[in-house]
């Protein structure tokens, strides 16, 4: 399944969940496939999506989806600790991984090797789901504690436009989306 | 006027309501006070790049955030606060246990120690230097009103002799 793919059939089971989503391509493609003011878009810091998602979910109670990379996740894994020690009951957690930084021209990461969710169920959490053909969210979206849902994905990004938004702009549209 | 006791004051003060720390030396009574603050959310990060990424999400989520950190990791944050917060322009205040300031006792704090302000710098990033508790009573919260008007970090910076 190419990512654009995965990342379609994620969106079209959600409803008004706020969305985090990783810097680069990731960005890029649920943009061109449905931008929305509860998408917040990152165009810099790899590595906090997770983190982002984390401050959210614990700001405020609406369900908060995390679209992260295996690339980003291995540069800030202390994170996996700090949500499961934070244990919030609204956030979902996805890792879109190919196993490469397919932003940067496909270079191999440590994920071809490290199974990312056996690193999540080792640090404790207790719902992981794996995906690699078909995405199911109907479960996910029922259960009220952090979530770790492992899409295997290949490599490659789709001919999508850059993001036409300034960041300021991203940022005003979402709060007031969070706001209500 | 006790100096934890006093940083604490004027967080509330400032009507900071979401915490994130990693822990110094200088810095442990006020993460205790802090934690046991009902209406403050308080985050033990495992490094102050995820503090301050976690921090923007609450930011917009609505809370008044804080972190609490030693100047090393400063260090650890550069590119999250130039890509994250200058990008997008969202505020923080930052507590920071300046180490490897006068009366230092870690020669291996001195070289960051020295780095601080240049590393801020470079960020233009103001802060702010209160020397007694009285002055960081009265600095802080109009510290987080420059940061919340002006869309952009604030940091506080207490040497050892603040302590």
Redesign the interface.
């Known amino acids: 399944m190419e990512r654009i793919e995965a990342i379609q059939q994620i969106t079209e089971q959600l409803n008004d969940e706020l969305i985090?989503c990783n810097i680069g391509f990731p960005s890029r493609e649920l943009y061109a496939i449905k931008d929305s003011p509860n998408n917040?878009y990152?165009?810099?810091?790899m590595?906090?999506?997770?983190?982002?998602?984390?401050?959210?979910?614990?700001?405020?109670e609406r369900k908060v989806v995390v679209l992260d990379g295996d690339g980003s996740l291995l540069m800030?894994m202390?994170?996996l600790?700090?949500i499961f020690?934070?244990n919030p009951v609204n956030l979902i957690l996805v890792v879109l991984d190919n196993e490469c930084y397919g932003s940067t021209g496909s270079q191999c990461s440590y994920a071809s090797t490290v199974n990312l969710s056996r690193v999540a169920e080792a640090v404790g959490f207790k719902n992981l789901f794996l995906f690699q053909n078909e995405i199911d969210f109907s479960e996910i979206l029922d259960i009220n504690e952090p979530i770790f849902v492992h899409v295997k994905v290949e490599e490659g990004n789709a001919n999508v436009p850059v993001i036409d938004m300034e960041?300021?702009d991203?940022?005003i549209r979402?709060?007031d989306d969070?706001?209500g | 006027m006790d100096s934890s006791q006093t940083i604490y004051q004027a967080l509330k003060n400032a009507g900071i309501n979401f915490v994130v720390s990693l822990p110094c030396v200088n810095l442990g009574k006020l993460m205790e006070m802090v934690d046991c603050d009902r209406d403050i959310i308080h985050v033990p990060v495992t490094r102050e790049e995820e503090g301050f990424g976690i921090c923007a999400g609450a930011y917009l989520g609505g809370k008044k955030t804080t972190i609490l950190m030693q100047n090393s990791g400063l260090g650890n944050s550069v590119n999250v606060l130039a890509s994250l917060y200058k990008l997008y322009q969202l505020p923080i205040l930052m507590i920071i246990s300046h180490r490897g300031t006068e009366g230092e006792f870690m020669n291996a704090q001195v070289p960051m120690g020295k780095a601080t302000t240049g590393v801020l710098d470079a960020l233009e990033i103001a802060y702010f230097n209160p020397k007694t508790p009285e002055n960081a009573l009265k600095i802080i919260p109009e510290a987080w009103t420059l940061a919340e008007m002006g869309n952009a970090p604030v940091g506080i910076l207490l040497e050892i002799s603040f302590w």
């Open positions: 985090i917040f990152m165009l810099g810091s590595g906090m999506a997770s983190s982002i998602g984390l401050g959210l979910a614990l700001a405020q800030n202390g994170s600790v700090t020690n934070q960041p300021e991203i940022k979402f709060m969070v706001k």
